[in-house]
């Protein structure tokens, strides 16, 4: 089993940034992903952007991409997501997860607890 701990969430205006931590204790196998992934209000959880471990391999979802990004430090077993040029449609609770790599909340094994990002226009 995979404990995460998300920090660095916080209210930001449009436009600016934040920088979500993710703080990983456990084995985390070769094959599996940590994900970040976001539940608006009313809304279904969705994956937004990954990372392979072992080969630091990372995707994003279209609606992300060229603003966020996600990576890792394997000496502090912690990964990150940079999000910048946010959005109000970025609001959401934000979670770091562990599991299969794939963008489905199935896929996920272990969640952390969650970090709320507002954002406002």
């Known amino acids: 089993q995979v404990q995460l701990q998300e920090s660095g969430g916080g209210s930001v205006q449009a436009g600016g940034s934040l920088r979500l931590s993710c703080a990983v204790t456990?084995?985390?196998?070769?094959?599996?992903?940590l994900t970040w992934f976001r539940q608006a209000p009313g809304k279904e959880r969705e994956g937004v952007a990954r990372?392979?471990?072992?080969?630091?391999?990372?995707y994003y979802v279209s609606s992300v991409e060229g603003r966020f990004t996600i990576s890792q430090d394997k000496d502090t077993n912690t990964a990150y997501l940079q999000m910048n040029n946010l959005k109000p449609e970025d609001t959401a609770m934000y979670y770091c997860?562990?599991?299969?790599?794939?963008?489905?909340?199935?896929?996920?094994?272990?969640w952390g607890q969650g970090t709320q990002v507002t954002v406002s226009s």
């Open positions: 990372i392979h471990p072992a080969t630091s391999s990372t």
């Open positions: 456990g084995y985390i196998a070769r094959k599996t992903c």
């Open positions: 997860a562990a599991g299969v790599c794939g963008w489905s909340p199935r896929s996920v094994r272990d």
